[in-house]
């Protein structure tokens, strides 16, 4: 996959699960790649340990209120995201980024206690979230 990126220089949570990035050039080739959410998305939930005690798992306790226990079903995820503003039912595909769950985990941008889930915009993990929104984060 071709890959381009360059500094981040600035950013700033705008709310609505989105944050507003300047300066850094992201652009992942998600051509040929289709992911679901239920087959794609939801197992790096789990391959990042997200889904454990004391992360995002727990309810209305889980961290930022977000609850992707993979004991649920992949729509019961998917409506936990929604209503967290984890992802803005607005997000603009044409630009994944700017949403909280591919931005928080990813090393450098924001703070999240949980880790840099996403070392750099290399991480398959981080792909598949982003050519899945970018494919319109659709409940598939």
Not at 80 to 92: C, E, K, M, Q, V
Not at 93 to 113: C, F, M, Q, S, W
């Amino acid at each position: 996959m071709n890959r381009v990126f360059g500094l981040l220089l600035s950013f700033a949570i705008v709310g609505c699960g989105t944050v507003s990035i300047s300066g850094l050039k992201n652009s992942v080739d998600c051509s040929g790649s289709n992911p679901t959410f239920a087959a794609n998305v939801v197992p790096v939930f789990s391959s990042k340990s997200c889904d454990t005690a004391g992360c995002h798992i727990g309810g209305a306790g889980a961290a930022g209120g977000l609850d992707l226990d993979t004991g649920l079903t992949a729509t019961e995820i998917y409506d936990n995201i929604i209503a967290s503003d984890s992802l803005d039912p607005a997000t603009d595909p044409d630009d994944p980024l700017n949403t909280v769950l591919i931005a928080k985990p990813l090393r450098g941008l924001l703070t999240h206690e949980g880790g840099d889930n996403f070392e750099d915009l290399n991480d398959p993990d981080y792909q598949q979230i982003y050519c899945w929104i970018a494919d319109g984060a659709q409940n598939n």
